[in-house]
């Protein structure tokens, strides 16, 4: 299993991104995706996850900024972001489980600053 985050970068608070994971090595369709993040010093916490039934969930710190959707034709899953803030500011990670494991892609850096 890998997955390839990309679409990081800097922008300034209110700004938007749109970040992109790339996944190969299992049957994308049947599996739900998850959108982690990790601040300097902080825990790596769970930002959006969307089901195989595209069913989305959020945590509240994003709910209403951030969109998390996928394209099972490319197995890709994005994470559309909006109205960034200098907390957003983290290293993004995508993530799977399969069989039972943690799969992580290498993570897309964001920077929200003026």
């Known amino acids: 299993v890998q997955l390839q985050a990309s679409g990081g970068g800097l922008v300034q608070p209110g700004g938007s991104l749109r970040l992109l994971c790339t996944c190969s090595?299992?049957?994308?369709?049947?599996?739900?995706l998850d959108w982690y993040r990790q601040a300097p010093g902080r825990q790596r916490e769970v930002v959006a996850t969307?089901?195989?039934?595209?069913?989305?969930d959020y945590a509240d710190s994003v709910k209403g900024r951030f969109v998390v959707s996928r394209d099972n034709y490319r197995d890709e899953v994005y994470l559309q972001m909006s109205s960034l803030k200098p907390e957003d500011t983290a290293d993004y990670y995508c993530?799977?489980?399969?069989?039972?494991?943690?799969?992580w892609g290498q993570g897309t850096q964001v920077t929200v600053s003026q």
């Open positions: 969307i089901a195989s039934d595209f069913n989305t």
């Open positions: 090595g299992i049957m994308f369709q049947h599996y739900s």
């Open positions: 993530h799977v489980v399969h069989r039972g494991q943690h799969f």
